[in-house]
């Protein structure tokens, strides 16, 4: 992975740890991520008329992305409903790169060197750690939190190896991002607008700046991703794209006024030993 790719993806972690912050912190989370998707594709429009359009065998791959997609943001709400920001947020993301790597390797045959591999074990056991000793009640954990956010952590890996693989057969990264972000945002608002009807319209008519933000903030996130998975193996980048943890942290304790305990000190430190693991590698 070279220095360039290594300092976007963690770029790409701070905006995911702010526009996931953002939602949690929203009255109505299933509205907040239905907008998101939508400002995801008010970002993706300007970008349309300079991609390619996907080509056929691109198009399973975003069909299938849609569908995990829906199901990542169902489990994710709930698990935000269930449990708090420094709970469940490391534990739906924790979990993510291990299946990832696994998948990467029987799926795609992309084995991690060894180096790489220590450190994606070193990034999930920090992140599992954060969350199993480091939210609300330390130690214990509300067991539908912990469902829903194991549930979430299966989706990110099914998106995340759909995604990375759709980017490389694509024509370009900005062109499966830039197309899978404008359905993506079409096929959120019909779901919301199913289940919610013309009681979106409202949260639409006063929260619209914060769903153009989160929208903004999450388009640029991914994109940075696929871009990575393009140019470095699935599992680093999925690994790496995990420090987003230290900063769900710092948001959690400076912004949500969550408490800092000394077993969030020692998984941060196990987080940062595998980013450095992760770069030697």
Same mark, same amino acid.
């Not at 976007?8 to 109505?28: C, F, P, T």
């Not at 509300?142 to 998106?159: C, H, K, N, P």
């Not at 900005?174 to 079409?186: I, M, N, V």
């Not at 949500?256 to 992760?278: D, H, N, P, Q, Y």
């Given at each position: 992975?070279?220095?360039? @790719? ?10 995911h740890a702010?526009?996931?912050?953002l939602?949690?912190m929203r009255?109505?989370?299933? =509205?907040?991520?239905s907008?998101?998707?939508l ?6 429009l $300007?970008?349309i008329?300079f991609?390619e ?6 198009? $399973?791959?975003?069909?299938?992305? *849609?569908a995990?997609h829906? /199901?990542? #943001?169902?489990?994710?709400?709930? =698990?935000?409903e269930?449990g708090d920001?420094?709970?469940t947020?490391p534990?739906? #993301?924790?979990a993510?790169?291990l ?5 990467? !390797? ?5 084995? $991690?060197?060894?180096?790489? !591999?220590?450190?994606? @074990?070193l990034?999930?056991t920090g992140? +599992?750690?954060?969350?199993? #000793? &480091? &939210? @609300?009640?330390? /130690? ?6 912990v469902g829903?956010? *194991?549930t979430?952590s ?14 490389? +057969?694509?024509?370009? =990264?900005s ?7 404008l359905?993506?945002? +079409?096929?959120?608002?019909? !779901? ?6 013309r009681?979106?319209?409202?949260i639409?008519?006063?929260?619209w ?6 929208? *903004? ?5 991914y994109w ?7 140019k ?11 420090t987003?943890? +230290?900063f769900?942290? *710092?948001?959690s ?15 941060a ?13």
């Amino acid at each position: 992975m070279t220095l360039t @790719v290594f300092f976007a993806v963690l770029a790409a972690a701070a905006m995911h740890a702010a526009w996931n912050a953002l939602i949690k912190m929203r009255g109505d989370r299933f =509205a907040s991520i239905s907008l998101t998707s939508l400002g995801m594709s008010l970002a993706a429009l $300007p970008v349309i008329p300079f991609v390619e359009f996907p080509g056929a065998a691109v198009w $399973p791959f975003i069909t299938a992305s *849609l569908a995990i997609h829906i /199901g990542y #943001r169902l489990f994710l709400v709930m =698990a935000y409903e269930a449990g708090d920001l420094a709970q469940t947020y490391p534990l739906a #993301r924790g979990a993510a790169p291990l299946m990832t790597t696994v998948g990467a !390797i029987f799926l795609l045959a992309e084995l $991690p060197t060894p180096l790489a !591999i220590l450190g994606i @074990v070193l990034l999930s056991t920090g992140t +599992l750690l954060m969350s199993f #000793r &480091g &939210g @609300v009640g330390l /130690g214990r954990l509300d067991r539908r939190a912990v469902g829903f956010a *194991l549930t979430t952590s299966i989706f990110v890996a099914g998106y995340t190896l759909t995604d990375g693989s759709g980017a490389r +057969l694509a024509a370009t =990264a900005s062109s499966y991002a830039a197309w899978l972000f404008l359905c993506d945002g +079409l096929v959120s608002m019909a !779901i919301g607008f199913y289940y919610r009807g013309r009681r979106l319209l409202p949260i639409m008519k006063t929260e619209w700046h914060i769903g153009v933000l989160t929208g *903004l903030l999450s388009a640029a996130s991914y994109w940075i991703a696929m871009w990575a998975m393009t140019k470095a193996p699935i599992a680093s980048v999925a690994a790496l794209r995990e420090t987003s943890i +230290l900063f769900a942290m *710092l948001i959690s304790v400076l912004a949500l006024r969550e408490k800092m305990t000394g077993w969030r000190v020692a998984a941060a430190l196990c987080i940062v030993a595998g980013v450095v693991a992760l770069r030697l590698g």
